[in-house]
């Protein structure tokens, strides 16, 4: 069967689901003491039924609200769910028959069938913590709530230590939280019902909590998790012609496999977008069966697609799909075979290296595949540190790499340090174009050190690299540089072109692309964002700068205003 038909089928089933939903809710509305519906309702059998009591009939339409909406995102957590609501309230109507309990048993016979026969497609997980804190709530929540009211009962009974009155009233408070059964209690009274409401209510919001929070859709079984990072390496190796393809050994990424080709990419989930990392990683050749599937995939699970920073080898491929096409900025590049300390374009980096050479700051490579140096690692982690603490803002991810001592790989550590040995700044280079090509990611100095220290770990790193034989260098990606230059400029790249221009006291931009001008890059290549389906909306946008920030965009603007007010 065809993905059109099988989704068409499953959609059919959920619709069935909304309509029991609300069939519920009609059911919680007070229009049963009405005597212009007391014929419809005296037809079912409300006291006898699941669905008997008004507010039980509210939350179960609420919940089942709650897991259709989730089923049609294809979330596998609302498919277990609803496997459970359907076949407990296939059962309970079949005990307890009404009027119309066989008409609501065939319904929901027929969509427990399609489910249980579509199961495969219903495959967005939540996150494994999640998860977790999720059933740890749950348990706890109706573990609290049942012994205080087996308690309360029990007291009641004025016979708390007796076991059979203990196990009986345990019972009855599971009536009373589930069912909301008042009948249980044996006293009345305002403050009784108080409390029994209170209990009710507190039980089944925590539940619905739980139940939301589980929901959420963070990975996927589809993708394969953190720990296949012993199988993305060698692709990244091999095809990884974007600077940012390294930065899939990240902690922070999550991968999709093709299943027909050897290919991977890395992503993070911002709402309902799949924000990719760089480009495809496969051989060219394999780009178009690679994209397709990715596409077929996002288009099952209801979730629009964004490639961040790509380069221009699989454009063209982005264009035949109908992404859109938007340019996010230029990188500083160097042909090391060209590039030395000569003319006028870097005289201040050439000042600035004479400046640390006087200094007598001499730059050392330092190679934790060979041997760890725990005096090493804790002088980066220390200048690391102090810088994070300087910044006074949480450092940026997803398109910024970390130190990655931990599982250094093919990560290159170049730092500088003076006569005493003491270490003043480092850079931390990734490996691209199957290390014909090198990204310098992590760049930190130490708060104290003399002007040059990272101009002379960048050039003579450049210097060492050339001499194996490395092609190309790389300072990264200057944000909205020159994306205003195209006569045909789409409307996002012309407000891009805006706030680089005009916005520039929220993030740097130009004083960004200074410091990687003054090395003068033999040449600037484009990069690119590629989104589907069109148009470009605000949800890309957000979800552009969610996925590199730690903190929520609100923060980062109170910080940023905040800065503002103490200037």
Known sequence: MSIFYRRLIQNFAIFLLMFIGIKNFIISLPLRYSPYF???????????????????????????????????????????????VLIVSIVLQAVYFHMYALHMIIIESVVLLILILSADDFSRMPNRATVERSVAYIAASFLLLAINTTIAISLIHGNLHHMDT?????????????????????????????????????????????????LKPITYDFFKNKSEKEKVHPLVLEYGQNPMSYLAMEDDKFYFFSTQIDGVCAYTIV???????????????????????????????HYDLIFLNITDAFLDLFKIDQFGIMKYGEDACFKLEDYNLQGGAIAKVRAAINHANKANIKVCEYKPQLGIDSKIEKSIHDISHEWLKNKNMPEMK?????????????????????????????????????????????????????????????????????EEGVLYGNLGLSPLYNVGASETQSIGEKVSAYIYENLNEAYDFKSLHRAKEKFAPTHWEPRYIAYYPKPMTIKYAYAIIRSQNPVKISKIVSAHLNKKKEA
């Open 398 to 466: 997803f398109m910024l790499g970390g130190l990655g001592l931990e599982a250094p790989y093919a990560r290159r550590y170049f730092y500088a340090e003076d006569e005493s040995g003491h270490m003043l700044g480092f850079i931390v280079f990734l490996p691209y174009m199957n290390g014909k090509a090198y990204l310098a990611d992590v760049t930190r100095r130490a708060k104290q050190a003399p002007q040059g220290v990272l101009e002379k770990i960048t050039y003579d790193a450049f210097m060492v690299m050339k």
């Open 166 to 214: 203990f196990s009986t009233a345990f019972i009855k408070s599971l009536k009373l939280l589930i069912f909301m059964d008042k009948s249980v209690l044996t006293s009345s009274g305002t403050i009784m019902n108080i409390y029994a409401d209170s209990l009710i209510f507190l039980y089944w919001l925590s539940l619905i909590i739980a139940l939301i929070t589980i």
């Open 271 to 301: 709402g309902n977008v799949m924000v990719i990392c760089g480009d495809m990683i496969c051989h060219p050749h394999n780009a178009n069966v690679f994209l397709n599937e990715l596409i077929t995939f996002t288009k099952i699970h």
């Open 38 to 84: 007391h014929h419809l309702y005296s037809r079912i059998d409300t006291r006898d039924t699941m669905f008997i009591q008004g507010r039980l009939a509210f939350v179960v339409s609420l919940v089942m609200l709650l897991f259709a909406y989730n089923l049609y995102k294809r979330i596998r957590s609302a498919w277990i769910g609803e496997i459970i």
